[in-house]
């Protein structure tokens, strides 16, 4: 089974300011990863599907980056909008889903 | 714009199966396009995927749930259904159903979920 790690579990930050979040997969899962916004009492979002294509509607704020094992999504410039719960997920397991443990975005 | 929706008992008694149904509007469930999903999200806590299924009625489950999930598709109706037996206080949880995008030009498992349904609280409690 691939496991999905994703760092930090949390983190603080202000409104302006640019937050990366990392999801590492335990083998290499190509660019078969997915990245999605959660807030509170919502369902999730699709932010970046392929590891770095923009969803339709996605402000280009947030961004993708990585293949293989190692995964990054990145917000330039935090609004306040996007204090969330980020999780990643990967689709390289022919239609068996894994998704990473969340980081949570929150107010500094 | 498709549309999913939940529905079924926010109560179910341990031992007993757990049913819920996801009716999807304003697209087709029969599209060759799509997988369907079932996710879960107990309170607090991330995100499981419990199973996909086809127009076709072809399944792929969760490992760690296989025996214990079944899912069904019903075309005529544009529904898929989810049936979780023998459950405990752990699956206590928040149920998604999803569309799976299956983008098989971009390789071939380039696959997402997108759109979500709303979620259902479903309490396992006696």
């Known amino acids: 089974d691939i496991q999905m790690t994703q760092s930090p579990s949390s983190l603080s930050a202000s409104v302006g300011d640019r937050v990366t979040i990392t999801c590492r997969a335990s083998q290499s899962i190509s660019s078969y990863l997915n990245w999605y916004q959660q807030k509170p009492g919502k369902a999730p979002k699709l932010l970046i599907y392929a590891a770095s294509s923009l969803q339709s509607g996605v402000p280009s704020r947030f961004s993708g980056s990585g293949s293989g094992t190692d995964f990054t999504l990145t917000i330039s410039s935090l609004q306040p909008e996007d204090f969330a719960t980020y999780y990643c997920q990967q689709s390289y397991s022919t239609l068996i889903f894994t998704f990473g443990p969340g980081t949570k975005v929150d107010i500094k | 714009q498709l549309q999913l929706q939940e529905s079924g008992p926010g109560l179910v008694k341990p031992s007993e199966t757990l049913s819920l149904t996801c009716t999807v509007s304003g697209g087709s469930i029969s599209s060759s396009s799509y997988y369907w999903g079932w996710i879960r999200q107990p309170p607090g806590k991330g995100l499981e995927w419990i199973g996909s299924?086809?127009?076709?009625?072809?399944?792929y489950y969760n490992p760690s749930l296989k025996s214990r999930v079944t899912i069904s598709v019903d075309t005529s109706k544009n529904q898929f259904s989810l049936k979780l037996s023998s459950v405990t206080a752990a699956d206590t949880a928040v149920y998604y159903c999803?569309?799976?995008?299956?983008?098989?030009?971009?390789?071939?498992?380039?696959?997402?979920?997108?759109?979500w349904g709303q979620g259902t609280l479903v309490t396992v409690s006696s």
């Open positions: 999803a569309r799976i995008v299956i983008a098989a030009r971009r390789g071939p498992n380039t696959n997402w979920f997108d759109p």
């Open positions: 299924i086809y127009y076709s009625g072809s399944t």
